[in-house]
């Protein structure tokens, strides 16, 4: 029969995983967002205390490089810019684009999948606000919980934890 662990020993192991996530997060991610197709912002969320990216402008950015490429060249997937070391995986469905954020030395293995299956969680959960137009972030901000599960379940995926 297996023994039921002491409360602080549970709390201590949640502590060190915890701690684990976010130094890979310090190492790798910069941050993720979630924007229409016309680059208003709905959810993000930096996992740098820099600050050294605009979310705003970037969003934009990557939605008009989105748009000319679904007319002209097919679907843009990874953007790596050099000044910056940043690498963009990028996704577009529901007329939403989902861009993660992070270092070119980052293990990408599943990224792809993790990537669209965060998009629809999103969409399936917030279909009617996206619907009705709503822009508020604030209305979004909630996702944060299902962010770090897909977060967490990525890094088991690759073997990070």
Known sequence: ??????????????????????????????????????????????????????????????????MFGEENIGDIKRIFVEGLNITMNIVSKHDLILTILFRPDMTTDFLDEEIHKGLDMFY????AQIENCRTNQAIYQKFDDKMAILIHSYLVRINAL
Do not use: C, H, W
């Not at 399936?124 to 279909?127: A, D, G, M």
């Open 1 to 66: 029969m297996e023994q039921i662990k002491p409360y602080f020993q549970v709390s201590t192991e949640i502590n060190a995983i915890n701690l684990k996530i976010q130094r890979i997060l310090d190492k790798y991610m910069l941050g993720v967002f979630i924007a229409r197709k016309g680059g208003d912002i709905l959810y993000s969320k930096q996992f740098q205390s820099e600050n050294t990216i605009n979310i705003n402008l970037m969003s934009n950015f990557i939605s008009a490089l989105s």
């Open 124 to 127: 399936e959960e917030f279909s």
